[in-house]
């Protein structure tokens, strides 16, 4: 009776352990699955046909160039909980530093003096030195038409053209969580092909 009971034992321990290899190796070709499959929006590139860029965005958020809506590129999610927002001026002070000094500081004061825009942080540099890029980052919240909006906005000087491209992210107060990486991978994502 012994050897019977030590060999069911042995029998049972075999089972639980091939069972337990033929669970490891499921749950290493479902990891192994999920990161050659990955789940989540299929994200497409956009050029604009106004301005010179190309953007990734989600392929099921609306990329409208027509300026029809606003003066700007608009990218934005299908319930309209988030938008990134991309245009381009001309200033002849941009194509020197004293000038890009100016601009930076006009730029600055009209966040501030805005009683619609709380800034929480505002950052620029006019390129002095050939290593540093000339432009500006700002951050905030901002209130229109008794709505609550958290954004981001980036301005990058085309030196030698005297141009300043913006893109600007702008998520509903509510939707921060669900929407802040989509917003700031589309505004990583622009590709400029002239400044």
């Given at each position: 009776?012994?050897?019977?009971?030590?060999?069911?034992?042995?029998?049972?321990?075999?089972?639980?352990?091939?069972?337990?290899?033929?669970?490891?190796?499921?749950?290493?070709?479902?990891?192994?699955?999920?990161?050659?499959?990955?789940?989540?929006?299929?994200?497409?590139?956009?050029?604009?046909?106004?301005?010179?860029?190309?953007?990734?965005?989600?392929?099921?958020?609306?990329?409208?160039?027509?300026?029809?809506?606003?003066?700007?590129?608009?990218?934005?999610?299908?319930?309209?909980?988030?938008?990134?927002?991309?245009?381009?001026?001309?200033?002849?002070?941009?194509?020197?530093?004293?000038?890009?000094?100016?601009?930076?500081?006009?730029?600055?004061?009209?966040?501030r003096d805005d009683p619609n825009h709380t800034v929480?942080?505002?950052?620029?540099?006019?390129?002095?030195?050939?290593?540093?890029?000339?432009?500006?980052?700002?951050?905030?919240?901002?209130?229109?038409?008794?709505?609550?909006?958290?954004?981001?906005?980036?301005?990058?000087?085309?030196?030698?053209?005297?141009?300043?491209?913006?893109?600007?992210?702008?998520?509903?107060?509510?939707?921060?969580?669900?929407?802040?990486?989509?917003?700031?991978?589309?505004?990583?994502?622009?590709?400029?092909?002239?400044?």
């Amino acid at each position: 009776m012994v050897i019977i009971m030590t060999t069911t034992k042995e029998a049972i321990s075999k089972e639980w352990l091939w069972g337990a290899v033929g669970l490891a190796v499921v749950a290493v070709g479902w990891l192994v699955w999920v990161q050659l499959h990955p789940t989540g929006p299929k994200w497409v590139t956009s050029t604009s046909r106004v301005y010179n860029y190309q953007i990734d965005h989600p392929a099921d958020w609306t990329f409208d160039d027509s300026q029809q809506t606003f003066p700007t590129d608009v990218i934005a999610s299908p319930d309209g909980m988030a938008m990134v927002f991309v245009s381009t001026l001309s200033d002849a002070r941009l194509t020197d530093v004293e000038g890009r000094k100016v601009v930076l500081q006009t730029i600055e004061e009209t966040f501030r003096d805005d009683p619609n825009h709380t800034v929480e942080f505002f950052d620029s540099s006019p390129g002095t030195t050939p290593d540093v890029k000339s432009g500006y980052a700002v951050a905030g919240s901002y209130s229109e038409n008794d709505q609550e909006w958290r954004f981001k906005e980036i301005g990058g000087f085309g030196e030698q053209s005297g141009m300043l491209v913006v893109i600007r992210g702008n998520i509903l107060q509510g939707a921060v969580n669900q929407y802040r990486y989509v917003v700031d991978k589309i505004t990583e994502s622009i590709n400029l092909t002239s400044t």
